[in-house]
């Protein structure tokens, strides 16, 4: 009678054989496996009707008539397959406390729990709830203040420790890190420090550091630098003595002088040697057209022009010893380069190839 009863009981319950005998009991662990085997039901019926949409697609793309035959008498095109998906159960997750089968906890609980393990283990580290947060303007601020009201004790922690009181929102180890940080930084700057030095530096070693990077060390000290446009030398922006002016007049308003003129003559020659080389080049094209009486007739048999690559190059045959190459122009080419600027080797040496 009792192997009867039970497996009469044991009907409705969801469990696999070689599950635990504590799982077959569990109502949770029944909603689950009853979820899981409709939902992978329905996910094959899904696959079906899939298949089902492409074979009644390739149908009606063979016979569309068929379609039109059922549209026009208002019949459905496909059958009316709907799944209704089902819907997840809530599943309670069980505290630590309650190893022993105790009571369940609703996912709220839990995350308010797992919230309350972490401030635990944050509190059992020795770490505060604003442990590792960045002070602010405010917060510096009054830390300066108060290391006005409060002045430097024998015992150091103490004076911290009032500090820490005064904030609220910060511990003691906390003002101690951040005043002797506070501290070495009036120190590097040259300013008078409202306490005791760090004894990790020697005073005079340390080279003094300038830093452009804004500082929560100093809120009101964050002045904006703005650079001028204008480039000026460090000449124009310093105060020059009168016993500086005196040493330094010669030099300062002879030598600019004396390099001027020499700029100033060389360009001269360079712009009179590229005229002479221009006239000498177009005077020579005018004495070659004057040679014949029809006209100006070159060589048939001589090289073509580089550039309209029609006409023959001139019976000069030019060389420029900077780019180590002939000129290898017609006398109307070469004239529009040399009248339009567009010359390219005037400014080089150019010569008449003797071996020609």
């Known amino acids: 009678m009792e192997i009867a009863e039970i497996s009469a009981e044991d009907e409705d319950v969801f469990h696999f054989e070689t599950e635990h005998l504590a799982l077959r009991g569990n109502q949770c662990y029944t909603n689950l496996l009853r979820t899981l085997a409709v939902l992978q039901a329905q996910r094959i019926r899904v696959h079906q009707q899939i298949e089902e949409l492409e074979a009644t697609q390739n149908i009606y793309l063979e016979n569309p008539q068929h379609m039109l035959d059922k549209l026009r008498n208002n019949e459905p095109l496909i059958a009316d397959n709907y799944i209704t998906t089902t819907v997840l159960p809530d599943l309670p997750t069980l505290s630590p406390n309650d190893e022993e089968g105790g009571t369940n906890e609703t996912p709220t609980d839990a995350s308010s729990w797992t919230q309350e393990a972490n401030k635990n283990r944050d509190r059992s580290n020795g770490r505060s709830e604003n442990f590792n947060r960045l002070w602010t303007n405010e917060e510096q601020s009054r830390l300066e203040q108060l290391l006005i009201q409060y002045p430097p004790e024998e015992v150091e922690m103490r004076r911290f420790g009032k500090i820490a009181k ?191």
């Open 166 to 356: 005064a904030l609220g929102n910060r511990t003691a180890q906390q003002v101690y890190s951040r005043v002797q940080k506070y501290f070495q930084k009036l120190h590097d700057a040259g300013m008078p420090v409202p306490g005791r030095i760090p004894k990790h530096r020697r005073p005079g070693l340390s080279k003094p550091k300038i830093k452009l990077r804004k500082s929560t060390f100093f809120p009101a000290h964050n002045i904006s630098l703005q650079m001028p446009e204008d480039d000026f030398t460090f000449d124009d922006l310093r105060i020059p003595s009168p016993a500086s002016d005196m040493l330094l007049m010669p030099a300062s308003k002879i030598e600019p002088k004396i390099e001027s003129e020499y700029m100033d003559a060389d360009l001269n020659a360079e712009s009179k040697r590229k005229q002479e080389l221009c006239l000498k080049l177009l005077s020579a094209i005018q004495d070659e057209k004057r040679e014949m009486e029809d006209g100006y007739e070159p060589d048939l048999l001589a090289a073509k022009c580089a550039e309209c690559e029609e006409a023959s190059v001139t019976r000069t045959q030019w060389r420029c010893n900077s780019c180590y190459c002939y000129l290898n122009l017609c006398g109307d080419c070469l004239a529009s380069q040399l009248i339009e600027g567009r010359f390219e080797h005037l400014s080089h040496e150019v010569v008449v190839d003797q071996e020609s």
